[in-house]
C-alpha cells in the first residue's frame, strides 16, 4: 500500500516531515512510530 503525502492533513505533513528529520540527525537507519 502506498500512501500519498496528499493523503494527509497539513499537520500530520509536518509531524512527518519533524520525524524524518530527527531520524536523519540521529542517524537511524529505520524510521520507525516512535519518532513521531
Known sequence: ???KQDD???QA???LSASQKLVA???HSQW???HL
Open 8 to 10: 494527509f492533513t497539513e
Open 1 to 3: 500500500m502506498v500512501l
Open 25 to 27: 540527525q540521529m542517524r
Open 13 to 15: 505533513q509536518e509531524a
Open 32 to 34: 520507525d512510530a516512535e
